[in-house]
């Protein structure tokens, strides 16, 4: 700490560093914290029944049998909710919600009676046991029928009394159409995106404990996004916010499925309050894909017009959204269909309008925000496909199309045509760095040779831009509050750090990448810099993590508490130094008299001086607080390149190669990127070609078990290529701009253009994914190519 | 998720676990490898009475040529058949399908014996075993039987095994000279159950030509099917490309697909033809000498 | 662990007073556990509710994730698959058990190495799984790799690292001690 030994421009763990993580210890000792290693003294389980019926009329609930098992201690029913005014609550899209049913289920699986036992497995027998009479009622699928005049109605419940929520649209309409009419070229496509599952390995549940004695409420909860939980706790419940703490430990993947307050919650602290005794709910994997937590479901029309050239001139796009019985959409709540207006994608579209109605039918509700922000991922895959059905068209090549098209790097800040000021981009710069490492021009000619031979391969391309970091104060809110997110740093006398963030990562990394922000900002190592998260408690008001939010949001945020706090230290450093204020700067990780660089003061050194030694008249301690409310979203973007094979006596689709360009700008540390993006590519190769859940006419889901459900295995996953380029984030502090989500929405589109493009020769326009192998040895069977 | 309770026995020899399958009369089922039994109890799918656990009965577990068979003892357990070198030289069809069930977990623990008498059409090792033309021994009340497996698959679920009986081994014709078998299934995702599985298994005789020929499909059906038409077309002629598409063709046509989360039925049937041709070329291979 | 033999009271979370008890002794990392449990626990809640173990996790009903991979005999098992009552007189291993003395086994080390974890949700079965591949092969390819863990799921991270820390850890057992050395 001598003031004479120069400082290393150095620090260990900053910026751009791919510093091992500091969570891993306890994760790989079998020493993780997840909410259902916690045990309570005293504490009870819940279990619970569900309705075997997509819609039914209860005509009768019989709880004697599962109150004579042993170890049952009581049963909750909806009419015992009604009684205290838990019966429904609202969603975050403010719809409401059953907790649980008075009288009519409206999803196969509904939860309808909540068991509560002194063991997991007597509260098993006694969900078992209840006996539950049901009356069946027509049963709505199909989110056409269900808007068609003489639908029955699900939603009895609802003034309206109509299974349409909401038509909501952008744009302007008039203009596109004019341009449609004026265009030289147009295409149009239906395209379907199958609801899905985000299928975190870990289910989701809770722990509720009423404490009767001095009226503190605890849960234990898998939680994205623990501050808002106990905001909306304490206006459901009337429980006073100060004794509510929502406590979010490790949590075992979220991908926006942990968001949500689910039915299974509230029944387990409703069970708490009840008993007086702790309530544990954790949920079966048949339970989680059954009720919780889709994503997608969107029918979509759309259009593009272009000239004959190739220029994108208009975009038109029709979507009906199918959202279950409820919408409990994860949205901010003046976007009902999310983000979705980013589908002008990576282009200046001129005109543009969007029109998303909603529907309801009898299906779990949702859609939560699966690794999308918001609905990105239906749009990048609409638009994405369009460009390559365009360029079919046109009988251009796909990436000569793009590259014609892209909103070029001067043009940045782009305002769209849809109202999105992108911050910046180099969208020719990644697609030609995709197309250079995977040699692209190589590839077609292989292509050539093999379709003489009739062998089919194929080459697909997404250039996506994402919109992520939700968001700023103007137009984001949940629910009312508003999208801001926030650190709290506290440096102690021996220059170690605590810092408590209003985020909450299900695996992302942040106990490394926040502190690695903050040693670049403070000049101290990773390695002193503990950060903190989850408990409502004691970590500053957030929003949570989801839609990629964290590092535009509370990473900004950190960054900001953090200049905060070499605003004051800096002023110890000068008192230090016996200099005046305006002689010091904070250059290479320490504080340095203006042209005497050696004559200088670390941040360790400021930090014991805060509490033993800091000027008159200033108060002591080093530490700030920020809420930042950034001032727009961030728009990391990428390309991606697909190579697949095809067999084509099985139809079944190899990826043989499948390089992942991406640009989220400043990147904070480049191994936990890359593991991002892996994953985010395989959450868009499997809805691609394996996932997804489908309801038969009476509503009975298939997919609802992990032996239907099929999440890639090792096997079908190939060996991603990842590359980078940088383009930083204007408004960002530390110009960084997220990355969690964008390959999840990148991937899809440029995996469905590889198969459409292998089998070109065969006239195929579009395959709505998951493309099965016997979707594929259909259109090869049935008729020989059409071209050769 | 959780299992309703029930009795748990386990018996030390073959006698005692059928004592108590006697005892239970049908509400006792056994406990090998759990692997198919377990899953459907934490549904409450199966709800029986007892366990009767054989994993503790000595001596059921082996591999081992003797007389004019290979035997393989019930609780030899899956991964047992890919460690054999006596099964990868002479009985490659066994080796093929091991490699394909599950994934080696499962292969850990679930035996032969359960693979081959569960009687789910998309178990593996019933294909295999129709191809080989394999029996099985069971021990009962009244002793001990050998049925032939071509009569042993009744419907989905549904064996030739009294619910009373164990099955104790697994018997294949010993290798001969000049034979090739192979295995082979397609699956939407590794794991999975088979959209479409073809087992076949040929001997050659010294000219060349095909002197037997064993041909079955998994998951096509209720059960796993022989598709005696198809291996009854190749007897007595060349195992050439006229000859092996043909066999192929009858193969598809001895499929009874339903359609379902695995593929519409014109595509499992086609895949039928397809793999049967595809296991054929590999046994022929085989059988010439080749791998 | 205690190294000496300890019977544990009947786990109160997880009897119904369904049928009657069996006893259960199994070894598991090394010291024995005796506990007194209903015929249908599960060993996966064995683990995690009578011996307080939970670095075994539950990730699924249908025994496809792989989560609660343990070594049983030295096999990796999944122990939602298995009654406890099957482990009596056998030797368990569980994702505690690969430490020695506080320190990493070269698979965990490799894990954290090769950055193959997100949540960690999935990673000690993943890790129980590969310790056992690699007592058998050392030096697997990455098709080896991918084969072997194809029954345990990861949602985070892609399996590129996952595949990647396993075959670190060959190599860190292939250059450690001949003789000793137990991944």
Redesign the interface.
Known sequence: MSAEAPTPAHVKGGIGQSILRKEDARFLRGKGNYVDDIKLPGMLYLDITRSPYAHAKITAIRTEKALKVPGVLAVITGKDLEAAGLAWMPTLMSDKQMVLPVDTVMYQAQEVVGVVADSRYAAADGAAAVEVDYEPLPVVVDPFKALAPGAPVIRTDRKEQSNHIWHWETGDKAGTDESFRASEVTVSQDLYIPRIHVSSMETCGCIAQMDPVNGRFTIYMTTQAPHAIRTVFALVTGLPEQNIRVISPDIGGGFGGKVPVYPGYVIASVASIKTGRPVKWIEDRSENLQADSFARDYHIHAEVAATKDGKVTALKVKTVADHGYTDAAANPSKFPAGLFHIITGSYPFAKAFVEVDAAYTNKPPGGIAYRCSFRVTEAVYTIERMMDILAHKLKVDPAELRLKNFIPPEAFPFKSTLGWTYDSGNYAGALKKAMEIIDYAGLRREQAEKRRKGELMGIGISSFTEIVGAGPSQQFDILGIKMFDSAEVRIHPTGKIIARFGTKSQGQGHETTYAQILAEELGIPADDIRVEEGDSDTAPYGLGTYASRSTPTAGAAASMAARKIREKARKIAAHLLEVSVDDVEWKDYAFRVKGVPSKSKTMQEVAFAAYTNHPQGMEAGLEAIDYYDPPNMTFPFGSYICVVDIDKDTGQVKVRRFVAVDDCGTIINPMIVDGQIHGGLTMGLAPSLLEEIQYDADGNIHGGSFMDYLVPTAIETPRWETAKTVTPSPHHPIGAKGVGESATVGAPPAIVNAVVDALQPYGVEHIDIPIHPWKVWQILHAGPPKTG | ????????Y?PHSVDEAVALLRRFDGEAKV?AG??SL??L????LAQPTA?V?I?RIPNLAYIREEGNHLRIGATTRT?DLLESALIRKSYPILTDAAQEI?????R??GTVGGNVCHGDPGNDLPACMLALGAEVVAVGEKGSRTLPVSDFYKDTFVTSLEPTELLVEVRIPKARPHQGSAYHK?E?????FA?AGAAANLVLDASGKVESAGIALTNVGPTAILASAAGGSLVGQAPDEAHLAHAASLARDAAQPNGD?R??VE?KR??AA?LARRVLDRAVARAQGGA | MAASARPIAPAASLTSGGAPAVTVRVTINGSPVTAEVEPRTLLVHFLREVVGLTGTHIGCDTSNCGACTVHLDGKPVKSCTVLAVQANGREVRTVEGLEVGGKLSPVQQAFFEEHGLQCGFCTPGMMMTATALLAKNSNPTDAEVRDAIRGNLCRCTGYVNIVKAIQLAGKKMQSAAPAGGSP
Not at chain 2, 1 to 8: G, K
Not at chain 2, 41 to 44: F, N, T, V
Not at chain 2, 102 to 106: G, N
């Open positions: 998720m959780i299992p309703p309770p029930f009795e748990y386990a406990l759990g692997h377990i899953p109890m934490k549904l409450r366990l656990d994993n991964n599950a994934d080696p977990l499962v850990n623990l397609i939407k995702r590794a794991g999975d959209m989360l593929g519409p595509y086609a895949m397809v």
